[in-house]
């Protein structure tokens, strides 16, 4: 069982940033696919961005193509989504999840709220 803990998100206004951290215990870190999802309010969950345990994979959202960046720090057990640029539309729950494939995630974080106002 892999546990998934995200901080990080908070207020801020339209055009300013974020990161957002997701520590994960439990298994071994550095053999899963990591990604990002989110839920805004009477929306469907997006998949936001996802990359496979070495890399050689990934996936960006369009709308946060050029303003999100994905980064991991296997000694740290850490994965990031660093949101530069953020819009309103980009006000959502984010969850970090943890998998076995760049399309199949297992292992879900709490969720931490992302609010942008304008």
């Known amino acids: 069982q892999v546990q998934l803990v995200e901080s990080g998100g908070g207020l801020v206004q339209a055009g300013g940033s974020l990161r957002l951290s997701c520590a994960v215990s439990?298994?071994?870190?550095?053999?899963?696919?990591m990604g990002w999802f989110r839920r805004a309010p009477g929306k469907e969950q997006e998949y936001v961005v996802g990359?496979?345990?070495?890399?050689?994979?990934?996936y960006y959202l369009d709308s946060v193509k050029g303003r999100f960046t994905f980064s991991r720090d296997n000694a740290k057990n850490t994965v990031y989504l660093q949101m530069n640029s953020l819009k309103p539309e980009d006000t959502a729950v984010y969850y970090c999840?943890?998998?076995?494939?760049?399309?199949?995630?297992?292992?879900w974080g709490q969720g931490t709220q992302v609010t942008v106002s304008s």
């Open positions: 990359f496979t345990w070495n890399g050689d994979n990934t």
């Open positions: 439990g298994r071994t870190f550095s053999n899963y696919a």
């Open positions: 999840a943890a998998g076995s494939s760049l399309y199949n995630y297992e292992n």
